[in-house]
């Protein structure tokens, strides 16, 4: 899409959503990316849309009840916000910049992580990812922004602490890659953040027990060999 299009696609009265709303609508169906009514389910790039715009309408899903007894008040949408910003930054972009610009290219395929130890890690916690049968999870994989996972037994799911972009994340910093990296790895340990901890954190650092120690005994999976060594030091 030329840029000039781009712009008045993105602008429109601030009491309205913009009319690129529309023209992502009519995109996604036409791609098979939208609303499936077939399997009446959502494709998870129409989850994502969904959620970034709700045509000044209150509240979706909320409550009638709670309309009733404290109406939403019309407000910008994040899609509004999100076009304003762009808007404006398209207004200040060189004209000269404008024509060179060229979108990275992003390899499609997704992201498989094999682990045998693959971990939820909280401030104070490191808890092993498990199924909804309860069996330990040996494999997650990332496509788009759905994470998936598949335990030994073969079970497949999803987990309300398993964000695509918290598992990429992880990943990046157990193999130095890229978030955006690609295809099948293998590796001893992933630890991902907990949906309790910041998205970009560290999970060796914001763990307690993974974080550099401060004192000797302070570790992980080697805790006794480190106060057996304390001891025999000091015996």
Same mark, same amino acid.
């Given at each position: 899409m030329p840029v000039t299009e781009l /712009?008045? #696609? @993105?602008? !429109?009265? #601030?009491? /309205?959503?913009? /009319?690129?709303? &529309? +023209?992502?609508d009519r995109a996604l169906t +036409?791609? !098979? *990316? !939208?609303?499936?009514p077939a399997g009446r389910r959502s494709t998870p790039l129409w989850s994502i849309f969904n959620e970034a715009h709700d045509q000044y309408g209150g509240r979706i899903g909320a409550s009638l009840l709670a309309d009733d007894i404290e109406p939403p008040g019309p407000g910008p949408s994040p899609m509004r916000a999100a076009a304003a910003r762009l808007a404006q930054f398209l207004d200040a972009y060189p004209e000269q910049a404008r024509e060179q610009a060229i979108a990275p290219a992003v390899a499609p395929g997704p992201l498989i992580i094999e682990s045998d130890r693959i971990q939820i890690v909280t401030a104070k916690s490191l808890r092993? @990812?498990?199924?909804? *049968?309860?069996?330990?999870?040996?494999?997650? /994989?990332? &496509? !788009?922004? +759905? #994470?998936? @996972?598949e335990c030994e037994q073969g079970h497949t799911s999803g987990h309300w602490e398993l964000e695509a972009a918290r598992v990429r994340m992880a990943a990046a910093q157990a193999m130095g890659a890229y978030p955006s990296v690609q295809g099948k790895h293998q590796l001893q340990e992933l630890l991902v953040g907990s949906t309790q901890l910041p998205r970009h954190s560290d999970p060796r650092q914001a763990n307690w027990f993974l974080r550099e120690p401060e004192h000797p005994i302070v570790g992980r999976d080697d805790i006794f060999a480190r106060i057996n060594r304390l001891i025999d030091e000091r015996s």
């Open positions: /712009r008045e #696609a @993105l602008s !429109g009265p #601030a009491d /309205r959503e913009p /009319r690129i709303v &529309d +023209e992502i +036409e791609t !098979g *990316q !939208g609303y499936d092993p @990812l498990r199924c909804s *049968q309860d069996d330990p999870v040996r494999m997650v /994989r990332v &496509d !788009g922004p +759905e #994470a998936t @996972l």
